[in-house]
């Protein structure tokens, strides 16, 4: 699921046909069936990603620390010295943490997630004020007709 296929399909998923606005109000169920299986798949997406962000964050840190055996840091491809002969302040880890390669792939992510659900929840709160678009549509028209 891809960002700008989600906004390709909500380009025409958004028009209201202003003809057939007895139409346009039907589709409003099926909308919101496929906006709300987007979501729950995207939300699922995302929790997952941070599941693994956080197993991630844990092995970098026994890396970090000192503290992971030798094969899985083989394994992962890192090397034997995380800090390259310097001294670091456990402290200083989050520094650390927050400029590694690997945490910032997942972390970009991770919010690329967000910002899909972002997204599909918007269109989701669309699709639920849609039937008074359809509703304000009508009245303005029975205005203009002079009822």
Not at 20 to 34: G, N, V
Not at 75 to 93: A, E, I, R, Y
Request: with cysteine; charged share 30%; aromatic share 12%.
């Amino acid at each position: 699921m891809k960002l700008e296929d989600l906004k390709a399909q909500w380009t025409e998923d958004c028009k209201i046909d202003d003809i057939e606005l007895d139409q346009s109000s039907l589709e409003i169920p099926k909308l919101h069936a496929k906006y709300s299986d987007l979501l729950t798949t995207a939300l699922m997406s995302k929790k997952n990603l941070e599941l693994k962000y956080s197993l991630l964050l844990k092995q970098k840190w026994l890396w970090y620390s000192g503290k992971l055996d030798e094969d899985t840091i083989k394994k992962n491809g890192w090397s034997d010295d995380p800090f390259d002969g310097l001294k670091v302040l456990k402290q200083d880890f989050q520094i650390f943490f927050n400029a590694d390669e690997d945490l910032q792939k997942m972390n970009a992510q991770v919010e690329y997630w967000n910002i899909v659900v972002d997204f599909l929840k918007r269109c989701l709160e669309n699709i639920t004020w849609r039937h008074q678009t359809i509703k304000n549509t009508i009245d303005w028209r029975k205005f203009m007709a002079g009822s």
